[in-house]
């Protein structure tokens, strides 16, 4: 099966500074990739992906770069807000609809 | 704007005791989830159904069981609890079994067993 690495754990940054949340995975099957935001008490949510065929995808303040040849993906944070704390959890799907998940980070976004 | 529900928010149940969670999507998806989450460990997927009367096990079945007598709904069974099945447990839907497509949770149900 599929491997997700999920680096780092924690991560504390000013308000105001960029994030960077890594994966690896395992498996070249694996075409899809998408990033969850879970706020404290509450479900995992969306906030962007990306598929094989593309290697950055940009909305906003957040922007995913993938390197299939290397077998990892980055969430990149732009201008972090204290609303942006929350633990976020990065994904791969291989087909059809097997999802493996990395193990969280915890963003602490500190005003 | 696709809804997901679970019958409970928190649960506390006995060793040995049967629990049901209920899950309910209301977009007529094909795909349904059932995830644990520990801290440290993310999700983990337990069962998956994609589609009525269908159940393929995921990575950590041991333990549980399933059942989807209808396309909107996806239980979740511990035929006999057991203290280290205390955890969160999240159920997702997606649309299609042909495609890969977003998941969509659940609130998560926190169960304790004692």
């Known amino acids: 099966g599929e491997n997700v690495e999920q680096h780092p754990s924690t991560l504390s940054v000013q308000e105001g500074d960029s994030a960077v949340i890594k994966c690896t995975y395992s498996d070249s099957a694996s075409n899809y990739f998408p990033w969850y935001k879970q706020e404290l008490g509450k479900r995992p949510q969306l906030i962007i992906d990306i598929r094989s065929n593309v290697g950055e995808k940009k909305d906003q303040r957040i922007a995913v770069t993938l390197n299939k040849t290397a077998k990892h993906f980055s969430l990149h944070i732009t201008e972090t807000q204290p609303e942006d704390s929350a633990v976020y959890f990065c994904a791969a799907i291989r087909p059809i609809n097997k999802f493996y998940f990395g193990s969280g980070t915890k963003l602490n976004v500190k005003p | 704007d696709v809804k997901v529900t679970q019958s409970s928010r928190y649960l506390v149940k006995r060793t040995g005791e049967k629990v049901f969670l209920e899950c309910v999507q209301d977009?007529?998806?094909?795909?349904m989830f059932w995830y644990r989450q520990d801290p440290g460990l993310g999700l983990r997927l337990i069962y998956f159904s994609y589609d009525v009367k269908m159940k393929e096990k995921g990575d950590i079945p041991e333990g549980y069981s399933v059942s989807r007598e209808k396309k909107e709904r996806f239980s979740l069974i511990l035929e006999s609890a057991s203290t280290n099945q205390t955890s969160m447990y999240l159920c997702a839907s997606s649309f299609t079994r042909h495609s890969t497509d977003t998941q969509y949770f659940g609130p998560g149900t926190r169960l304790t067993v004692l």
């Open positions: 977009m007529d998806h094909e795909n």
